[in-house]
Nanobody, 125 residues
């Protein structure tokens, strides 16, 4: 049974940093882990993803240069390092898992079969 467990959210001041973690278990094949976020009144949007097959990564334009996604295969954990946080980064962040191979379409919610419970990130002074 596939499980995704997120951690690491919280309250941070603008310009600060947070690191989110997503521990994955139950996979039998290569998979993509993506981070999505959803702010109140807005649609869920893709933030970044990483492939377990070759480590390839994608980022949404609003977070390029500020966020970094990485993986620790030994711990089956994917991290999202978020730096230079802005108030507009405030959202519930979700970890999601799906097949590999979607390329530049990685951000489509419907491609992901498994979701974590979400963790709140609040950027405020």
């Amino acid at each position: 049974q596939v499980q995704l467990v997120e951690s690491g959210g919280g309250l941070v001041q603008p310009g600060g940093s947070l690191r989110l973690s997503c521990q994955a278990s139950g996979f039998r094949d290569y998979y993509t882990i993506a981070w999505f976020r959803q702010a109140p009144g807005k649609e869920r949007e893709g933030v970044s993803c990483i492939s377990s097959r070759d480590g390839s990564t994608y980022y949404a334009d609003p977070v390029k240069g500020r966020f970094t996604i990485s993986r620790d295969n030994a711990k089956n954990t994917v991290y999202l390092q978020m730096n230079s946080l802005k108030p507009e980064d405030t959202a519930v962040y979700y970890c999601a898992a799906g097949p590999v191979g979607y390329g530049s379409s990685w951000h489509r919610v419907r491609f992901y079969d498994y979701w974590g419970q979400g963790t709140q990130v609040t950027v405020s002074a």
